[in-house]
T-cell receptor, first 113, second 113 residues
Framework: GEDVEQSLFLSVREGDSSVINCTYT??????LYWYKQEPGAGLQLLTY?????DMKQDQRLTVLLNKKDKHLSLRIADTQTGDSAIYFC?????????????FGTGTRLLVSP | EPEVTQTPSHQVTQMGQEVILRCVPI?????FYWYRQILGQKVEFLVS????????KSEIFDDQFSVERPDGSNFTLKIRSTKLEDSAMYFC???????????FGPGTRLLVL
């Protein structure tokens, strides 16, 4: 089957903006998500976007959605060292509770001081 | 954000042994999910559970796996006869609000020797 694709690694300096990209597979996905995973920890829901939206902003986070190209991005403004983690995009397949999340391969963000 | 706890946080077992992983949502939920993440890989869907029945399962979820909600609160994943390749992080998730968002527990790290 097709995979949800992400670049593997991104390195930025503290204070810069980070942009993490994702290409998803299911054009019928109603929601798309970004999760953050710190080392040895669980998955923290960062933000999500409904598929009929182009953009969503939530404090330092901006999500852009290009439904035609099935492309999703997460921009983190003023990146901090505490933002260093693995970021997963995910699409939902199915509806309501009868859904499953299909995750991307994850992008490891490294923020240097 | 809904809270989910998982026990144990770590488990080491011998190949062929049975393990039971537990998920405890803080409040009542109807939809539950199990995912796993093999070290260094992406998060994979295992099974979804609603109203005391499996609603969907992946190819990974073979006859060695089972789920149940024995006391109306805990949600368990049982692996009957563990294999080396079952070593992974296992995450439980519940459906939150809005209704299309899944919130994950901290995970159980399973090591099969």
């Amino acid at each position: 089957g097709e995979d949800v694709e992400q670049s593997l690694f991104l390195s930025v300096r503290e204070g810069d903006s980070s942009v993490i990209n994702c290409t998803y597979t299911d054009s019928s996905s109603t929601y798309l998500y970004w999760y953050k995973q710190e080392p040895g920890a669980g998955l923290q829901l960062l933000t999500y976007i409904f598929s009929n939206m182009d953009m969503k902003q939530d404090q330092r986070l901006t999500v852009l959605l290009n439904k035609k190209d099935k492309h999703l991005s997460l921009r983190i403004a003023d990146t901090q060292t505490g933002d260093s983690a693995i970021y997963f995009c995910a699409e939902n397949q199915g509806a309501g509770g009868f859904q499953k999340l299909v995750f991307g391969t994850g992008t490891r963000l490294l923020v240097s001081p | 954000e809904p809270e989910v706890t998982q026990t144990p946080s770590h488990q080491v077992t011998q190949m062929g042994q049975e393990v039971i992983l537990r998920c405890v949502p803080i409040s009542n939920h109807l939809y539950f999910y199990w995912y796993r993440q093999i070290l260094g890989q992406k998060v994979e869907f295992l099974v979804s559970f609603y109203n005391n029945e499996i609603s969907e399962k992946s190819e990974i979820f073979d006859d060695q796996f089972s789920v149940e909600r024995p006391d109306g609160s805990n949600f368990t994943l049982k692996i009957r006869s563990t294999k080396l390749e079952d070593s992974a992080m296992y995450f439980c998730a519940i459906l939150g609000t809005p209704q299309e968002t899944q919130y994950f527990g901290p995970g159980t790290r399973l090591l099969v020797l």
